[in-house]
C-alpha cells in the first residue's frame, strides 16, 4: 500500500481574483521513501502539505493518505501523521520549560512514565536541547525553538512526517544534527518523510526522490538522480593530459562516450600538458568511459575537474521553463 496515494488534487482560495494554489496534482509515495517538495515561493508546496497532514480539505480530487480517505477522514490524519511548520512557535508554551513541553505533549501522543521519559531524553539528545532542557524557551535562540517543535512533533513516532522547511533559522551545527535525524528516521525506523526546503544540497543529500511544483502544477516527479539526468543538462567535463607533442594529439570522437556532446582541447601549460574538456548531458556516464579512453591511449591524467548537474540547475531551469511536464 502506497503510504501517500492522490489524483486530481485542486485547491483554490476565494477573492475578487479566485487565486488557484494547486492544479491537479498527482503523487504515489511508497513506504519509506523521502520526497523532496521543491519549487519557488507560491508554488504550492505549503498548500499539499497542509492537504496531505489533514489541515486543509482539497476542492477537488480524491486519495488517500495511510489507508485514510482525504475528504472524509481528515482527522484521523491527523492524528497518524507528524508536521513541522516554518512557524515553529505554534504549540510551545513559553511558560513551562524545554523538556516541560515535551512532558506536557506526551501524553497528548500517548506517552507515560519511563517510556517518555526516555523518549524526550533521546530527542533533547539527538536534537542538541540537553544543555538547554531547563530553559524558558523566549530565553532560547529561534533555531533551538525549531528544534524544539521538530522534538515534538517527533514524540510521537509516527509512519509519516511532513518536514515543511525543517532547517529553516538553524545554525550550522542544527542543520547537521536535523539533516542526520531525518537520515537515521528514515533508515532505522523506516519513517516516510515528506520535506519541503529551498536549500538544493539538502535536498540532494536526503532525499530518494523530487517532485518539482511550479504556479500549482507538478513540473517533475523522478527519482533524485533521474530528475538530475531529466532535461539533458550540458556540463563540462575538464582533464589535462601528459601526453605526446600537442600537434599529434587526437581527441576522443564524441560519439564513442554515453552522454557526451562534443569535446574541445588545446596545448595547456609549459609542461606540455594537453587541456582536453568534454562537455557532457550526464556527467556520471562519461566520466568513466572518459577515463577508460585516457588509459587506452597511454596518457597520464594529472587532473580533472566535473561541473556536474545540481538540483539547483534543474531548479532555475524548471521555474523558468512553462509548459513543461
Known amino acids: ?37 521543491l519549487g519557488p515561493n507560491g508554488a504550492g508546496k505549503t498548500t499539499l502539505i497542509k492537504i496531505l497532514s489533514g489541515l486543509l480539505v482539497p476542492d477537488t480530487g480524491r486519495g488517500t493518505v495511510l489507508g485514510y480517505d482525504l475528504m472524509r477522514q ?18 510551545i508554551d513559553n511558560n513551562l520549560t524545554v523538556r516541560q513541553n515535551l512532558v506536557f505533549w506526551a501524553p497528548v501522543y500517548g506517552l ?38 521538530l522534538a515534538r512533533s517527533l514524540l510521537a513516532e509516527n509512519a509519516l512526517v511532513f518536514l515543511d522547511e525543517p532547517t529553516n533559522k538553524l545554525d550550522a551545527e542544527g542543520i547537521r544534527s536535523v539533516r ?61 593530459l601528459d601526453s605526446r607533442e600537442a600537434a599529434d594529439f587526437t581527441p576522443p570522437d564524441p560519439r564513442t562516450l554515453r552522454g557526451a556532446e562534443r569535446v574541445a582541447w588545446g596545448p595547456g601549460d609549459i609542461r606540455g600538458r594537453v587541456l582536453l574538456t568534454v562537455w557532457s548531458r550526464d556527467t556520471v556516464a562519461t566520466t ?32 523558468g521553463a512553462e509548459g513543461v511536464h
Not at 502506497?2 to 511508497?30: H, S
Not at 585516457?294 to 521555474?319: I, P
Open 1 to 37: 500500500m502506497a503510504v501517500i496515494d492522490i489524483q486530481g488534487i485542486g485547491k483554490w482560495y476565494p477573492g475578487r481574483r479566485r487565486t488557484v494554489a494547486l492544479e491537479g496534482v498527482d503523487l504515489r509515495l511508497a513506504e519509506g521513501a523521502i520526497l523532496g517538495l
Open 180 to 240: 542526520q535525524l531525518i537520515t537515521d528516521l528514515n533508515a532505522r525506523h523506516g519513517v516516510t518523510v515528506v520535506l519541503t526546503t529551498h536549500v538544493m544540497e539538502e535536498a540532494e543529500e536526503l532525499c530518494s526522490e523530487i517532485m518539482f511544483l511550479a504556479q500549482g502544477r507538478v513540473r517533475r516527479h523522478l527519482p533524485t538522480d533521474e530528475v538530475l539526468r531529466s532535461l539533458g543538462l550540458v556540463r563540462p567535463i575538464r582533464l589535462a
Open 112 to 149: 507515560f512514565g519511563e517510556i517518555a521519559r526516555r523518549r524526550i531524553d533521546e530527542l533533547l539528545a539527538r536534537l542538541g536541547l540537553e544543555g538547554k532542557a531547563d530553559a524558558w524557551p523566549m530565553h532560547i535562540s529561534a533555531g533551538q525553538r525549531q528544534r524544539l517543535a
Open 288 to 319: 568513466p568511459e572518459l577515463i577508460e579512453w585516457v588509459l587506452h591511449q597511454g596518457y597520464r591524467l594529472a587532473g580533472m575537474e566535473t561541473e556536474r548537474v545540481t538540483l539547483e540547475d534543474v531548479f532555475a531551469t524548471l521555474s
Open 74 to 91: 481528515a482527522r484521523h490524519i491527523r492524528a497518524a501523521v507528524s508536521l513541522v511548520a516554518p512557524t515553529a512557535d505554534v504549540g
